[in-house]
């Protein structure tokens, strides 16, 4: 008779599985975070280029940028595997199914939330942010983005199979990440002014926990939902 | 052992009930659009049922639906594969989320539904019947007692359908059961084999 | 005690009999408050010492702002239920909650903004109730947005309540990272309904346009989901005999 599979061993399955499938196809992950960048370059020429000046505006051009583009990449999330009947088949292997989106939500970070992060201090200092704001600005957008990711899958989620649901995504998830940008913006704003920035961070590192306590049941049940 | 009862979904399917033994095949030869797939679906527990019950081994499935979900393999329209990945590949992801398994078993397995392509080929690069094998494959490899098969013989020539049935009678032999959605009725041994030409029989 | 009134509230030709039935107690007493309300607040109260007369949209806005929340929190809660207990009726009462909520929202929202001309000097200041009333905005539109999406009645429903839930839950949360945020840019903003101190010329008028807008709120939401009701059930067999054998109900 056949051995069943731990829980840790189908995660990173999924894990594997998703991240071979992005190296055979890296062009669509890198969209999201070259995204990234264009909006934040479209600031300054927006803008006044004096760095200065920029530097006032730098959390928030970071953040409004990584919030959209956080959004945009959520539809390759779920998307791929809605189509062709692989979320089904996580629905019925036996597994807990918010686990296993859990997982999908995980890979999902490491191929568009964690470039972001990384790419965003670069971006930083291209708006005038001093280098002593990177460490600062680097945990703000991990933990920012790991945060939006969970949001995002609930949103993801409810909009699955739901044909030219992109504004309709961003009408659900943009609201549920306000208290995402207030903390991180902030932050980040502390970090770029040289003043210690815990008391956002704490924060927002609150909302990552809260986040993944509960965002995969309510991404679970949208899912299953949306699957019917 | 089987003991299915199943009753009332929306508009498709009214007051529904029918049983499946052990070793036994159903196929629904329903005309399209009576409510095959949704009886399927409805049955996998992906279609919430309006009113009545699932009963799987005696127990209602809904109360322990990660043990029922364990003996149960649903292949449905969408044959779950990724493109992008071998059919070893996509076997070792898509069964390794049940159960523990090595490449030999997915050679064998890939190699006893006739796969004649190289294993380490991309599975988009397979035809339509070859990709059916894989799933196929991946059903055995399963290795659940209720099998849900949604037009299992779609896209397969004559030695295909011969061979999907040549697995399910392999499954019934071993005490297994199949609810089966088909438009041309599969060979399989007489003695466990029922048809039915529409829900009403069931009513 | 049983859970019979429990169903009986679920079955949905004995909630559009109930529903019927209270529409008229709601509307006229709703009607005759608001009016009275709008009476004594429009022209009997004094003008206040500050803000003279402009504070006289409070009648309207502090009613509506607050409807609008309670609008939000019953549409998840009966969402919640109907996903849960699988009750239909309370799905439809959602469903018909959401259209009222955004626009109590909206009215609260502009009722907010011409009160805030005269007072700030602008229209639109980023006071953290503002902000809040406006994404509470967004936030019934998602839902609206979500159940028009998807055909399926049933399908609409759950997804919509999965949507509720999460926006319940991240209602305070939302509120509290609006008014930490606040804190750090801007002064407390300067209008505050003067709770004890307020006249009872002010006050009276005031409770009854609250109790009068809020029973408005009700008259419309029994309205609605009787609508609503009737579209989900239009193939069963009493709607049909209410169509045709009329006269026992209305």
Not at chain 1, 51 to 74: D, E, F
Not at chain 2, 107 to 116: N, R
Not at chain 3, 157 to 164: F, M, N, P, T
Request: proline share 5%; aromatic share 10%.
């Amino acid at each position: 008779m056949s051995r069943p599979a731990s829980s840790l061993r189908a995660a990173s399955l999924i894990l594997q599985r998703d991240l071979t499938l992005a190296f055979r196809r890296p062009g669509e992950w890198l969209q999201p975070v070259a995204f990234f960048l264009i909006v934040t370059m479209l600031f300054p020429l927006a803008l006044d280029p004096e760095l200065s000046r920029l530097r006032a505006l730098a959390p928030g051009a970071l953040w409004v940028a990584a919030l959209l583009s956080s959004v945009l990449a959520l539809e390759f999330l779920f998307r791929e595997d809605g189509r062709d009947g692989t979320l089904e088949q996580f629905a019925l292997s036996g597994q807990s199914f918010a686990w296993l989106l859990l997982a999908k939500t995980a890979s999902h970070w490491l191929l568009t939330g964690l470039p972001l992060a990384i790419a965003a201090p670069l971006a930083a200092v291209g708006l005038g942010a001093p280098a002593s704001a990177i460490p600062g600005i680097l945990v703000a957008l991990l933990l920012g983005s790991v945060s939006l990711s969970l949001l995002g899958a609930i949103g993801a989620g409810l909009t699955l199979g739901i044909r030219r649901g992109g504004a309709l995504l961003s009408l659900l998830v943009l609201p549920l990440a306000i208290p995402t940008l207030v903390f991180g913006a902030r932050a980040t704003a502390m970090a770029i002014q040289g003043e210690p920035a815990a008391a956002p961070l704490y924060l927002l590192a609150a909302l990552t926990v809260f986040g993944i306590t509960l965002a995969p049941l309510a991404a679970a049940a949208a899912v299953r939902i949306s699957l019917e | 052992m089987g003991l299915h009862l199943w009753r009332g979904e929306r508009h498709v399917l009214n007051g529904l009930s029918l049983r499946l033994g052990a070793g036994e095949a159903l196929q629904l030869l329903w005309p399209n659009g009576a409510g095959k797939t949704s009886l399927l679906r409805g049955v996998a527990g992906l279609l919430p049922i309006e009113s009545g019950t699932v009963r799987w081994k005696g127990a209602d499935t809904s109360t322990d639906y990660a043990a029922y979900c364990s003996d149960l393999a649903y292949l449905g329209h969408d044959l779950a594969l990724k493109g992008d990945l071998t059919a070893a590949e996509n076997l070792r992801y898509s069964v390794g989320l049940r159960r523990q398994i090595d490449a030999a078993a997915i050679s064998g397995a890939l190699q006893a539904v006739g796969l004649t392509a190289p294993h380490d080929e991309l599975v988009r690069r397979l035809s339509a019947g070859q990709q059916r094998r894989v799933a196929l494959a991946r059903l055995a490899l399963w290795d659940a007692q209720l099998w849900l098969l949604d037009e299992p013989a779609a896209n397969l020539d004559a030695a295909g359908q011969a061979q999907v049935a040549e697995a399910i009678a392999a499954h019934l032999s071993r005490g297994g059961s199949a609810l089966i959605s088909t438009h041309q009725g599969l060979p399989l041994p007489a003695a466990f084999n029922r048809l039915s030409h529409s829900p009403q029989e069931f009513a | 005690m049983s859970w019979a009134w429990f169903h009986r509230f679920g079955s949905p030709p004995y909630f559009y009999r109930l529903a019927t039935r209270w529409v008229p107690w709601l509307s006229w007493p709703a009607g005759v408050l608001i009016v009275g309300g709008l009476f004594g607040g429009l022209v009997i109260a004094p003008a206040d010492y500050q803000q003279s007369d402009a504070y006289r949209i409070l009648y309207v806005h502090a009613p509506t702002a607050w409807l609008s929340q309670m609008a939000y929190t019953l549409m998840a809660v009966a969402a919640a239920v109907g996903l849960v207990w699988r009750m239909k009726v309370a799905s439809a009462v959602a469903a018909a909650a959401a259209p009222i909520g955004a626009s109590f929202t909206a009215v609260s929202l502009v009722t907010g903004m011409l009160w805030g001309q005269p007072m700030w000097g602008t229209y639109w200041a980023w006071d953290p109730r503002l902000v809040f009333q406006l994404v509470l905005f967004f936030f019934f539109l998602g839902f609206i947005g979500l159940r028009s999406a998807i055909d399926d009645v049933s399908r609409a429903d759950r997804a919509g309540a999965v949507l509720a839930i999460v926006g319940i839950v991240n209602v305070p949360i939302v509120h509290y990272s609006v008014t930490w945020w606040n804190s750090l840019h801007q002064a407390p903003s300067v209008l505050r309904a003067q709770g004890p101190s307020m006249p009872a010329s002010m006050l009276v008028p005031l409770l009854m346009s609250f109790l009068g807008i809020t029973l408005y709120f009700y008259a419309v939401l029994f309205y609605r989901t009787r609508a609503e009701i009737l579209r989900r059930d239009r193939g069963a067999a009493w709607v049909r005999e209410l169509l045709t054998g009329k006269g026992k109900t209305a």
